[in-house]
């Protein structure tokens, strides 16, 4: 009977699936904390990119405004 086998999604390498395992499945602390502080970093990126459109916040306006009143035919409103 082969133990199955699965790959730690931070450092890829291949580990022998253990329940006794708690960082499964990850293979050690190390890289679950690893991916954690991945997930906090993309959380932090979403205030940059705020900033970033902030800077060009009034292009995103014209956008918003084209999106939304889509004009109707007259004849539809009636
Ligand atoms: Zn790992």
Known sequence: MTKPQ????TCQKKKVWSSDNPF?????ERCKLID???WAN???QIPEAKS???YSSGE???HVDR???IPQDPE???
């Open 42 to 44: 993309e959380e932090y």
């Open 52 to 54: 970033a459109s902030d």
């Open 36 to 38: 954690l502080g991945a």
């Open 67 to 69: 999106d939304g009143p």
């Open 76 to 78: 539809t409103m009636h």
């Open 24 to 28: 499964r499945p990850f293979c050690s």
């Open 6 to 9: 699965v790959k730690c999604p």
């Open 60 to 62: 995103n306006e014209e």
